[in-house]
């Protein structure tokens, strides 16, 4: 097309402004006739696409020449931001939008908040599938372009390839949305499973008060070998260090979770209890990968605690919503708090039994040297007595 610059944007509802109130979605009609005994009234019919009185056209592609002007920013709906719009009178009307010369459109265009000479075409992006309560046709966004300063005018032809590529950018979106929502749904269930119960500590991984050095560094392997290593298996596959495909989760996530956020919290404690950084995230993952629960100390649980759990802030629990990165990152911090303790127990044993094995070799020595000390002293008793007696000489 002669399109100068071309834009996607995405519905997002928000809102309403204080003291407003969303207005309630529509419900179908009941059924009102009659019924045989036992007969089950129809489905409901179903009802037009609705749309959120409050919301926002957020945009999220254009071409390289506006990205860093329009990706991100907002146009809010004529309820929110107070003045109508082109692009929401092809939302609302859920039909194309072309005006040749926005100088004189109604409403008004404004390039950047502020007039520029040029010509601007819309497409909403519809959908294709019903709900169980909506039929097709809701706006999911636009697409839109225009030939702001440029001496090129939309034409008919122009609409025509927009149009086409508003069709397929609906399908491809559509398609999307529903590979995320099933992927969350898988992911979720894989998360509730993990930490209510893969981690859970088996009986006989249940450390005793009479446990001996071998028994207790056995309980802590089986548990490494068991529950960690399960929290360290979906974090490989789950959130690799790499995408493996195009719309696959990588665990450089972690290090862009929102400053302040829950899931940050999460992975800051992480990197504080294996000593490494979200910032390199090829060290990141093999210091999780390769982390020994048994050289945990207490100064790296406290320093996890201290970033997990910060003074004043709500406390993070299997039920807290994060991102689901940041739900596996929490079940390895507490399976490896949980192990923490007896890690801590069988360092102290061992460094009882060290001490104790160091002291008796001491002794030993000791002992040793002592008696070699008292036999030096005899002998050197021996060799420095008076000399024999010179015998009487025969007479």
Do not use: W
């Amino acid at each position: 097309t002669k399109a100068t610059n071309v834009y996607v944007a995405l519905l997002e509802k928000r809102a309403p402004p204080e003291g407003e109130e969303e207005p309630p979605e529509p419900e179908p009609p009941a059924f009102e006739g009659e019924l045989a005994e036992g007969e089950e009234p129809p489905p409901p019919p179903k009802l037009p696409p609705h749309l959120p009185k409050y919301c926002a056209l957020k945009y999220v592609h254009a071409n390289d020449e506006q990205k860093d002007l329009l990706v991100g920013k907002e146009l809010a709906s004529p309820d929110l931001g107070k003045k109508a719009s082109l692009s929401f009178k092809g939302v609302y009307e859920r039909k194309s939008v072309t005006v040749q010369n926005v100088m004189e459109s109604d409403p008004p265009l404004i390039f950047h908040d502020m007039p520029m000479p040029g010509s601007f075409a819309l497409h909403p992006l519809l959908s294709t599938l019903e709900t169980e309560k909506y039929l097709a046709g809701n706006v999911m966004g636009v697409i839109g372009c225009d030939t702001i300063n440029s001496d090129f005018i939309l034409q008919e032809e122009d609409d025509r390839v927009l149009s086409e590529l508003a069709e397929c950018a609906s399908v491809t979106y559509e398609r999307l949305v529903e590979e995320a929502r099933k992927r969350k749904e898988e992911e979720d269930e894989i998360a509730r499973k993990l930490l209510e119960e893969e981690i859970a500590v088996p009986e006989d991984q249940v450390p005793g008060d009479e446990e001996t050095i071998e028994s207790l560094e056995e309980k802590i392997e089986a548990a490494a070998g068991s529950r960690l290593a399960r929290v360290k298996t979906l974090l490989k596959e789950r959130t690799p260090p790499a995408k493996t495909g195009e719309h696959g989760r990588e665990l450089a996530e972690v290090s862009k979770f929102a400053e302040g956020s829950e899931s940050a919290r999460v992975a800051a404690a992480v990197a504080a209890l294996i000593s490494s950084s979200t910032s390199e995230i090829e060290e990141f993952a093999t210091a999780l990968q390769s982390f020994d629960v048994k050289t945990v100390t207490e100064e790296l649980v406290a320093a996890c605690n201290g970033l997990l759990n910060p003074e004043g802030a709500e406390k993070i629990t299997p039920q807290t919503e994060i991102e689901f990165p940041a739900k596996l990152l929490f079940a390895y911090i507490t399976v490896v708090v949980e192990l923490s303790g007896p890690a801590k127990k069988l360092a102290d044993m061992k460094a009882e039994e060290e001490a104790k094995k160091q002291a008796e070799e001491e002794a030993r020595i000791a002992a040793e040297e002592a008696a070699a000390a008292e036999a030096a002293k005899a002998a050197e008793g021996g060799e420095g007595g008076e000399a024999p007696a010179e015998a009487a000489p025969a007479e």
